[in-house]
């Protein structure tokens, strides 16, 4: 199977699945067959392959991300105003996560890791 993303204005507005019986060349070399197959059906618009494996194009596209065309990258939404986009197009916090058996989510407010304990 084939994934391909349709992009409006740089976002990923769907996905959808595309047989390999209509893209049968190996990935990411079938792009061309996939997006002359989805033309076929009448989906007009910009169709970009994605790699449900994450084998190219760094991430799996979903809707709302971003599709940066000169980085040939899909990637999410910018979780917090802190975090940096990094070389392989995932969003990092300021300070790693702890490396214990604790539970920890991210506070904004003062830059860290601030443990919780889950309900159970």
Not at 110 to 120: D, G, I, P, Q
């Amino acid at each position: 199977m084939a994934h391909f993303a349709e992009i409006i204005d740089g976002k990923v507005v769907r996905v959808i699945v595309v047989s390999n019986n209509d893209c049968p060349d190996p990935a990411p070399d079938n792009e061309a067959q996939g997006q002359a197959f989805i033309a076929s059906l009448g989906l007009p618009g910009k169709w970009v392959q994605t790699s449900y494996s994450s084998s190219f194009r760094f991430n799996y596209a979903g809707i709302g991300w971003t599709w940066d065309s000169v980085a040939g990258a899909f990637y999410a939404p910018q979780p917090f105003a802190s975090w940096i986009l990094d070389d392989s197009y995932t969003w990092q916090a300021p300070k790693p996560y702890p490396n214990n058996e604790e539970n920890y989510i991210w506070d904004e407010t003062l830059l860290e890791w601030v443990e919780y304990e889950s309900e159970n």
